[in-house]
């Protein structure tokens, strides 16, 4: 029989109707001769409420105490489901982390999966029932629970996929799937059908969060092929597995936008080994991360250190880094906020030459300025003024042929 890991987030099982509409689709699912196990987030809004009030209740909550808090989320959204199959005349039980096997590491809040040992859950699945798992939660080798960092459901999901040697893996969620752009910024922008994994990390490092990327990660790293759809309809959605030759065939997969960044530039630094060091652990302790670092050709001696950060992020950057630009005689920081980056991202790259030329000539055409550019091997991403990043999705999704097949027909 097939074994199917189901995944449900937050918007999915957001109210009483929308979890019995969740128990009904995995009821089917078994109907249709499947095993199922199906990983459950919290409610829509309830981790960051529980965040929300044990920062009004302790200035600095602990850590370990937090994941024990944040854990109720979804051991309540487990029960609730296992309630809503079982009075629709399924057999469900529902397990909490611990209980499905899941050993991490003891960094509370952002642990890591150690390892899996489902024995309970094959047990129960023998026995015919249908298995509900909290999401995001593990305990770690002293039996203290612990979470996996938001968004941490979507890795409890491939984990266990892959563990339990599951034959498909479905994240079910409030959107159709991966999209070639934001549908809410390109208004043609289409349902990509299959992604690689490294085409899905590269957008949701530009902006497009459709999975959590240490999810993303541990399905590259062990293999486990998953499909991201709605929850809502019933059809396919976007399937992300190791890369097939003709996906290079495609040469642009999406273009990401993140907007609310911020441009830093340490000007005319000297150009000497240890000081792009010391702008970046300055940085680092504010625990800020930082993107899209640039360092420009030297001129007499010196030279200047660009980088990106969220908008938030900048006011604290700026107060770790003055005193620093005084004392290695920097020209002085300059520093914007309001700016967006543009991603657009696709294994075709690698085959298909000319890539950034037709992105610049094509922003260029548009009147848009870039302020900055970074490449990787799959991606081009550029800085642009926050006000023309809309503009210039819908400009280069129309230049690299991403939009809805349209019929002559229908023209
Ligand atoms: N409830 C957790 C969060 O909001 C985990 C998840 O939804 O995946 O981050
Ligand atoms: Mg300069």
């Not at 509370?108 to 047990?123: D, E, F, L, S, Y």
């Not at 055409?365 to 970074?374: A, C, D, E, K, V």
């Not at 023309?388 to 400009?395: E, G, I, K, M, S």
């Amino acid at each position: 029989m097939r074994l199917i890991v189901q995944k449900y987030g937050g918007t999915s099982v957001g109210s009483p109707e929308r979890i019995r509409n969740v128990a009904r689709k995995i009821l089917e699912t078994q109907q249709q001769g499947c095993r199922v196990v199906a990983v459950i987030s919290a409610m829509a809004g309830v981790t960051d409420n529980l965040i929300k009030l044990a920062r009004e209740t302790a200035p600095q909550p602990e850590e370990r105490e937090l994941d024990v808090l944040l854990a109720t989320g979804e051991q309540a959204a487990i029960a609730l489901i296992a309630m809503a199959i079982n009075s629709l005349g399924g057999r469900a039980i529902s397990l909490t982390g611990a209980e499905a096997g899941i050993l991490t590491d003891r960094a509370h809040t952002r642990a890591k999966i150690a390892n899996i040992t489902p024995r309970q859950i094959h047990a129960l699945l023998a026995e015919d029932y249908i298995v509900i798992v909290a999401g995001f939660q593990g305990q770690n080798a002293e039996g203290e629970t612990t979470t996996l960092g938001r968004g941490g459901s979507d890795l409890t999901a491939i984990a266990l996929a892959g563990a339990l040697n599951a034959d498909a893996c479905q994240i079910f969620t409030d959107v159709d799937g991966v999209f070639t752009c934001d549908p809410r910024v390109v208004s043609d922008a289409r349902k990509i059908d299959e992604v690689s994994y490294d085409e899905l990390l590269e957008m949701a490092g530009s902006g497009s969060k459709v999975m959590q990327s240490r999810a993303v990660e541990f399905a590259k790293k062990f293999g486990v092929e998953f499909e991201v759809r709605s929850s809502l309809k019933n059809a396919p959605g976007t399937v992300a597995k190791e890369e097939t030759a003709n996906m290079e065939d495609v040469v642009i997969r999406g273009i990401s936008v993140e907007r609310n960044q911020a441009k830093v530039m340490v000007d005319d630094v000297r150009d000497e080994p240890g000081i792009a060091g010391r702008i970046f652990s300055t940085i680092a302790r504010g625990n800020i991360s930082v993107d899209m670092i640039v360092q420009s050709v030297s001129e007499h001696g010196t030279t200047d250190v660009s980088f990106t950060m969220h908008e938030n992020d900048l006011p604290a950057a700026i107060e770790l880094l003055a005193p620093l630009v005084k004392e290695v005689q920097a020209a002085g920081l300059i520093t914007k906020a309001g700016v967006a980056k543009l991603s657009v991202v696709g294994i075709g790259m690698r085959s298909h030459s000319g890539v950034a030329a037709r992105l610049f000539d094509c922003l260029g055409r548009g009147g848009i300025n870039i302020q900055l550019i970074s490449t990787s091997e799959i991606k081009i991403a550029v800085v642009i003024d926050g006000g023309d990043v809309d503009r210039a999705a819908q400009l280069t999704h129309q230049e690299f042929g991403l939009a809805k097949f349209v019929p002559a027909s229908s023209l």
